[in-house]
């Protein structure tokens, strides 16, 4: 069974709030003394922010930290969200602007963005860490690169060549019993052949993906058929289709070859036999594969065929997303039935016995993995429905330049009066230089902010870490993906400075953007 067109999905996560409530927060004496370990000292990326606090919803001026005070709130205990922000509830979108003031650190930090009442660091009891990207599952064995797509071999591929060879095998017996033990390597022949015939039918969805200028992340056989990880979708019905229908053809064209090359040979011998298994076998992939419900090739077509009727893709899924799952359901119960009554060839059975048990287990199977395709496939299309709504500009937050040697108390207050989320170091000219790390400045104890210089606690920008502002949906997500990080600087298309994105702030809008009805 192929399962062709695949997941782009990145990080997840909730819009930001856009509330705006006062920011400014009660002033702390000056130190008396410096803290002997200076700016030098940077706080470790795998400290975690779960210090509990007051109710965000219920807050008086008294609760803010004062001198000598315990100088907690509570945050967002999400080890992947960032949960910083420097003021509470400011909008995100906003340029980058500084503010001058009297010079006073502040005791209370600017605000976590999915909290606006809650405060951006805590004191030094509490620990943060950047929100780690998930690894890409390799998938199995590595076989080669073909076109550049790597190949897996799934582990329970060899799950299923052991019961292909088994059965097989015992076919081999009652045709050619003079093979005695060597017809169970003839039968691992054929298991090897068969699949081999499936990476074909994969290699065709490949093909005309790359045609299309789609990416395929990777092919993986596994045991029921191979999985083509196209990640993103076809741009037209008719290239939706193509696409589709190329893997049963090709499987139709091989059952055509092994049909041809069978005339060539003497029936009743070895190369006969599996000639004929072969044959027949990827005349039923093609088949399978053709009938019309997600998450098969024909449930793509037939997608692809009430999305060019309806002009909405959307439309195209709902329907071949529930022939899908009538489909797993007449799977269920229609293959032990026609298995029981000899409808396919094999004489009919009258009590259960394990034949019976194992074609019951065997639609089980099956069936679960239609259904869940099929839900799959709707939840894929709902989040590329929403996707455009995932926008640079909108989930940006408000920056403030400040300079490398600028305290961090300071830089914070400046951030506090300008209503500002985020942190940018610049140099003399007002060029970016780095990011201040939300996750650093958690780690900061608040006697210690007036001692530690920003520099010591961001993140040199690359090129990577700069979007454009324009960037949505897709893109927005394929250019985070190919440059993990926690903060990206976003920029104009004039080079001017917007504000900085949270890795974070995306992950939450994804989040929403995927339980949000259609």
Do not use: C
Request: no cysteine; net charge negative; charged share 20%.
């Amino acid at each position: 069974m192929d399962e062709s067109g695949g997941s782009g999905q990145p990080r997840s996560g909730t819009e930001e709030s856009t509330e705006r409530r006062p920011g400014r927060t009660t002033p702390a004496p000056e130190p008396t003394r410096p803290d002997p370990t200076p700016s030098d000292e940077q706080p470790s990326d795998d400290r975690r922010p779960d210090a509990p606090g007051d109710d965000a919803g219920h807050e008086n001026p008294k609760s803010r930290t004062e001198p000598g005070s315990d100088g907690r709130s509570e945050g967002t205990g999400d080890a992947d969200s960032g949960s910083q922000g420097t003021t509470a509830g400011d909008e995100p979108g906003n340029r980058p602007s500084q503010s001058t003031g009297a010079e006073r650190p502040p005791t209370t930090p600017p605000h976590d963005p999915s909290h606006p009442d809650r405060t951006f660091a805590h004191s030094g009891t509490t620990k943060g860490r950047p929100p780690q990207r998930p690894k890409d599952p390799r998938g199995g064995l590595l076989m080669g690169r073909p076109f550049g797509v790597p190949v897996y071999v799934a582990p329970s591929w060899f799950l299923v060549a052991a019961l292909i060879t088994w059965v097989f095998g015992g076919q081999l017996d009652r045709v050619l019993p003079e093979l005695g033990a060597a017809r169970y390597l003839v039968s691992l022949f054929f298991a090897v052949a068969f699949y081999a015939s499936v990476l074909v039918h994969e290699l065709a969805h490949t093909v005309a993906a790359l045609r299309f200028k789609l990416p395929v992340r990777r092919i993986q056989l596994q045991f029921f058929g191979g999985v083509s990880e196209i990640e993103k979708e076809a741009e037209t019905p008719g290239r939706e289709f193509v696409l589709a229908f190329v893997g049963p053809l090709l499987s139709l064209v091989l059952s055509g070859v092994f049909y041809g090359a069978l005339q060539l040979v003497e029936p009743g011998t070895v190369p006969g036999v599996l000639l004929a298994g072969l044959m027949i076998s990827n005349l039923i992939v093609a088949a399978f594969n053709l009938l019309p419900g997600l998450p098969l090739d024909g449930g793509r077509m037939l997608r692809a065929v009430v999305w060019k009727i309806t002009g909405r893709p959307m439309s195209g899924t709902v329907a071949a997303a529930w022939v899908g799952r009538a489909l797993a359901v007449s799977v269920l119960v229609g293959l032990p039935w026609l298995t029981q009554s000899g409808a396919l060839g094999s004489d009919a059975v009258d009590n259960v016995g394990m034949d019976t048990v194992l074609d019951a287990l065997l639609a089980a199977i099956l069936a679960a993995i239609i259904w869940t395709g099929a839900g799959n496939s709707l939840r894929m299309a709902r989040l590329r429905e929403h996707l455009p709504e995932l926008r640079a500009r909108t989930l940006t937050r408000r920056a403030v330049p400040v300079e490398t040697h600028t305290p961090l108390s300071e830089a914070l207050r400046r951030a506090n009066d300008a209503g500002a989320r985020a942190l940018v170091v610049v140099d003399a000219d007002g060029n970016p230089l780095s990011l201040v790390r939300e996750a650093a400045i958690v780690g900061v104890p608040e006697h210690r902010r007036p001692w530690v210089a920003v520099s010591g606690l961001a993140q040199d920008l690359t090129d990577g870490m700069r979007v454009s502002a324009e960037l949505a949906g897709e893109e927005l997500l394929d250019a985070l993906r190919a440059n993990p990080a926690t903060e990206y600087l976003v920029v104009e298309e004039t080079g001017e400075i917007f504000g900085v994105l949270s890795a974070a702030d995306v992950e939450r809008a994804f989040v929403k953007a995927m339980a949000r009805p259609n």
